[in-house]
């Protein structure tokens, strides 16, 4: 199996990705393309990346044996080793909490390659807030960040982590106020700014080069866990798991697996249930359509119309998905399914209880999966997934959720 490494000529991955961007951008996305390929072959970029993801960021991460819930779901053997061993890529270790900081980190150094001191980012869950504007703050650089009005209430914490690192946050009051609208709202900024400004673009979604250039800087995750399954367990897992919004966590988990006899799922989210209409799971309730510069798996009606997306995870609450995801549906080369709001809530709970670690809201999609799936493996089988963040971000939300009055 030959791993589609690079996008063909018209930035696509299959069928999917592209540039469907106004005029006003091409030449802007023509000189990121261009340092961004520079930047690759510069030992002096990847030397200052790799020295700021080791000091900075805290790389590697570890890689964790979940002894507890290991043997939770899936049982012992007789000798009272778990039957199944699942372990956990533990993004939620990096600085600022998620794995959000190592596209961050790279894109604020090709930023300033371009000479671009004026930073824009959009985020959701606000993850990726604090990340664009921890790296702006270590940089010097101005940074603005547009947040739906739902997920500024939904996520107050990281609101106020991005002010006190120097920030202004812009409240998106349209639409549905969440991600997508974020996203709509940093375009226009771009657009009009775009001589002096740098969109740091937080999954692996939009036009030609991003999804290509946040699955390279987050393929340090699959990279990373790669090598140390072989070292933990002498051979690679079974299985990666991990959760699907935009993608960049997952592609970045399970791109450098590509080659390998591993098993990939994706675990979106599926709201109130894929049949409610309540939900966001494109890759496995929508069709392929354009947004924000890019064809994909989209969240649409019948006319082509964008639908509101609905999760109780502010991070997966979008209606589209990365192109490269929807290359890997396409080629079958991943499966995707759904977990539900209350299967997430689950999840949140079970890695609480068994292990000592709170996980955010996106990655417990994947934890719920994972606690169907496992019970059905055989012995022997291995388990990665990726914990691309960690739970304190949600308490309020999950609190909310669970009826637990925090008063």
């Not at 600085?95 to 150094?109: C, F, S």
């Not at 072989?230 to 051979?235: D, I, K, M, S, Y």
């Not at 969240?299 to 509101?308: A, N, P, S, V, Y």
């Not at 890695?351 to 022997?380: C, F, N, Q």
Request: one cysteine or more; aromatic letters at 8%.
């Amino acid at each position: 199996m030959t791993a589609p490494t690079m996008p063909d000529a018209r930035g696509r991955f299959g069928d999917f990705g592209g540039r469907f961007v106004p005029e006003t951008l091409m030449t802007a996305l023509g000189e990121l393309e261009a340092a961004f390929a520079e930047a690759r072959e510069d030992a002096a970029f990847q030397d200052e990346l790799q020295s700021l993801l080791r000091d900075f960021v805290g790389r590697p991460t570890a890689l964790y044996f979940a002894e507890n819930l290991s043997k939770r779901l899936s049982g012992t053997t007789s000798d009272g080793a778990a039957k199944v061993r699942i372990y956990f890529k533990r993004e939620d270790l990096a600085h600022t909490g998620a794995h959000k900081i190592n596209n961050a980190v790279a894109q604020g150094l090709l930023a300033r390659r371009l000479g671009k001191q004026r930073i824009i980012a959009e985020t959701g869950a606000g993850q990726h807030g604090v990340a664009t504007a921890t790296v702006c703050a270590m940089f010097g650089q101005e940074c603005i960040v547009y947040m739906g009005a739902e997920d500024v209430q939904r996520q107050a914490l990281n609101v106020f982590r991005m002010k006190l690192l120097g920030a202004e946050v812009r409240v998106v009051d349209s639409g549905s106020q969440t991600l997508k609208d974020a996203i709509n709202e940093a375009i226009r900024d771009w657009v009009t700014n775009v001589e002096t400004t740098h969109y740091l673009l937080g999954s692996a979604v939009g036009p030609h080069p991003y999804p290509l250039m946040v699955r390279e800087f987050q393929s340090v995750i699959g990279s990373e866990a790669r090598e140390q399954m072989l070292a933990a367990e002498g051979r690679l897992p079974d299985y990666a798991i991990a959760c699907v919004g935009g993608g960049s966590n997952a592609i970045g988990l399970f791109h450098p697996f590509y080659n390998d006899d591993v098993r990939f799922i994706g675990v979106e989210a599926a709201g109130e249930g894929l049949d409610t209409g309540h939900t966001a799971a494109p890759l496995s309730v929508g069709s392929p359509g354009v947004l924000h510069g890019s064809y994909s798996y989209l969240l649409q009606d019948e006319g082509g119309q964008i639908e509101e997306a609905r999760s109780i995870s502010a991070g997966l609450d979008y209606p589209g998905v990365g192109p490269e995801h929807s290359f890997y549906k396409q080629s079958e080369r991943a499966e995707y399914v759904a977990a539900t709001d209350e299967e997430a809530l689950e999840g949140f709970k079970l890695l609480s209880e068994t292990e000592g670690i709170i996980p955010a809201l996106e990655p417990a999609h994947a934890i719920a999966y994972a606690s169907k799936l496992v019970p059905t493996l055989a012995e022997g089988t291995i388990v990665l997934i990726g914990l691309s963040g960690r739970g304190d971000k949600d308490i309020d939300t999950a609190a909310k959720a669970l009826g637990v009055d925090l008063t």
